[in-house]
């Protein structure tokens, strides 16, 4: 595998409003939303559309040119419409069947976070300061590796089914680009090791490890219009009821991670809170190290605000404002 988040960025941006900087300060958690309700109409399903076909080309075509190297299977595959369309017709059914599998049993929540930018890192991205318009907006710089002891006391407190955290890989439809992140070509080998084995021996248990790998690579695919974001998220899958019963008896006495809603635009937005704990004990510290107030005619105004906030809950960290001079229109 590649090197951890932490080898990779130091200090992590997580862009915010007002509301979201007062919650987190004073809760001292970080709100993970479900997939589904993100603002990416692709989120979750875009790795079955674009990428997983292309990964799946390569050991169905294998195993399709062998079988038709004999007379037998050269014509059972002439009598199911030629070799091409068998390849892509076992390739559709294997998208399909994982696509429906995956998005049924996988429930995702969703904490994301920015690469520190090259160009102006004590200003923030504009393209992010942009989705703020008018009413501004609010970087909060993260230090890596205390996240990353929050993220293993996390599932220490609380039963999950999955989680992961790392970069999000972006994509056009020109699907045939390498991916450029270690961790991905791993889970991207896994899935066409296991394709194989699965069409050499006919052997279902094949399958079997294929669960990690592709419910990773579904919840890391982006659009490459995001791509300036340079997202790192963290992938929360709380257990379903039945993977949590298992547990429970088999000794686990960690509790399932509880959902929470919230009334957005009249829709109900599931989301869970990250970095709580299941009973009463010392008070959990967000490694807040930093917090940038982005573009606003009232940003010095803003940033005494933030200094007064930090200092009633205890926060130690620099509040700085955005050189950046876009007026919000």
């Not at 992961?164 to 045939?176: A, F, I, N, P, R």
């Not at 995001?226 to 379903?240: L, M």
């Not at 009334?263 to 490694?287: C, E, Q, T, W």
Request: aromatic share 10%; with cysteine; hydrophobic share 35%.
């Amino acid at each position: 595998m590649g090197k951890s988040v932490t080898e990779v960025y130091a200090q992590l941006y997580h862009y915010t409003t007002a509301a979201g900087l007062k919650g987190i300060v004073e809760s001292q958690q970080l709100r993970a939303t479900n997939i589904a309700y993100l603002n990416d109409s692709e989120e979750h399903t875009g790795f079955f559309d674009r990428r997983l076909p292309y990964l799946l080309e390569e050991p169905v075509r294998s195993v399709a040119e062998k079988m038709a190297s004999t007379e037998q299977g050269q014509n059972q595959i002439e009598a199911n419409g030629g070799l091409e369309h068998v390849i892509q017709q076992d390739i559709q059914n294997l998208v399909d069947t994982f696509r429906t599998v995956t998005l049924k049993l996988n429930k995702p929540y969703i904490t994301a976070f920015c690469g520190v930018p090259k160009q102006s890192p004590d200003d923030g991205l504009l393209s992010q300061w942009r989705g703020y318009g008018t009413d501004g907006g609010y970087a909060i710089v993260f230090e890596t590796d205390e996240l990353q002891r929050l993220l293993d006391e996390e599932s220490k407190n609380f039963h999950y089914q999955f989680y992961v955290w790392g970069d999000v890989e972006y994509y056009d439809q020109d699907t045939l680009q390498n991916a450029p992140h270690p961790e991905t070509i791993e889970w991207e080998k896994a899935v066409q090791k296991a394709i194989s084995g699965f069409f050499s021996t006919n052997k279902r248990e094949e399958l079997d490890g294929l669960v990690e790998p592709i419910t990773a690579l579904s919840c890391t695919h982006k659009h490459k219009g995001f791509a300036e974001e340079s997202e790192v998220r963290i992938v929360a899958i709380p257990s379903n009821a039945e993977l949590f019963k298992l547990a429970q008896d088999s000794g686990d006495k960690r509790p399932r991670k509880p959902v929470q809603f919230e009334m957005k635009n009249g829709v109900l937005v599931p989301y869970i809170m990250l970095f709580g704990r299941p009973s009463a004990g010392d008070a959990i510290k967000l490694p807040i190290r930093k917090i940038i107030v982005g573009p606003h005619p009232d940003k010095y105004k803003r940033q005494k605000a933030v200094e007064l906030m930090l200092e009633q809950n205890g926060v130690v960290a620099e509040v700085t404002v955005s050189d950046i001079p876009y007026l919000g229109r």
